[in-house]
């Protein structure tokens, strides 16, 4: 059996975003959206930001993709606007031994993250991550027919596995997100959710999105492997295969 191809998800699946990145996130992108969405100079009321974000997030996948096709922003603004930080480095938190996890796995891996280039960039080189990734797409990088379609676009996916040649059942996603692991399996992909960083109280609000992420106690039918972090995926290759 050939070696898989390993997409790895970034924030909260290599490092802990929820401890400082995502509420700078979230602070950076309720800004931006109030002053798109409000009116004569004025910006919009908190309410009306989160009452966009919600609807957007469930609406497209993304907010991103709301405030595109509804307030005709830049995708390339509102990334740049969300991921400004003061000191990025100083925020980054994450588990020791992950170079040598990544070594441990056989296969090529890629990076598969709906954050900016830039930034992800700088994060993966902070963690010295970057040598051991074949290929780095983010999100400015996933379009298919000329439109933006992040995950958990099953269109991008599909769009991955042709341009790198591999079979579905034998590409590995490894995510915290629930949502992009479902996509994957509806592809014939297998799927490792990655939990550690996530709110274990459903008022905790530590998603990008500034929405409350979902209670985990089962794993759902379209996860194949659910582990605590990453580095428990050696032990469990066993239960990707």
């Known amino acids: 059996m050939p070696h898989p191809v390993w997409l790895f998800d970034l924030d909260n699946t290599l490092h802990n ?72 480095t100083a925020m980054i938190r994450a588990e020791r031994g992950l170079a040598r996890l990544l070594k441990r796995l056989p ?8 954050a900016p280039r830039g930034y992800s960039r700088e994060v993966v080189r902070h963690l010295g991550l970057h040598r051991h990734f074949a290929g780095h797409i983010a999100i400015e990088s996933m379009r298919v027919h000329r439109q933006l ?25 490894v995510e ?32 990008a999105d500034n929405l409350p992420s979902p209670k985990f106690t089962k794993r759902p039918v379209y996860v194949d492997v659910k582990v605590k972090s990453v580095r428990k995926l050696p032990a469990n290759l066993h239960r990707l295969r």
């Open 17 to 88: 975003a929820s401890h400082a990145i995502f509420p700078a996130i979230n602070t950076n992108m309720n800004a931006y959206m109030a002053r798109v969405l409000g009116k004569e100079g004025v910006d919009a009321d908190p309410d009306v930001v989160n009452a966009a974000r919600l609807a957007y997030w469930k609406r497209y996948g993304a907010t991103l993709l709301g405030m595109i096709k509804h307030h005709q922003v830049r995708a390339e603004d509102f990334l740049r606007e969300a991921h400004t930080f003061e000191e990025l």
């Open 107 to 114: 296969g090529r891996k890629i990076l598969l993250t709906n």
């Open 149 to 173: 379609r992040p995950k958990p676009s099953r269109l991008l996916l599909h769009k991955l596995l042709a341009r790198e040649g591999v079979a579905a059942h034998n590409c590995i996603l």
């Open 176 to 207: 915290d997100t629930l949502d992009n692991l479902k996509a994957a399996k509806t592809l014939g992909m297998r799927t490792a959710w990655i939990t550690q960083y996530l709110a274990s109280k459903p008022n905790l609000q530590q998603r």
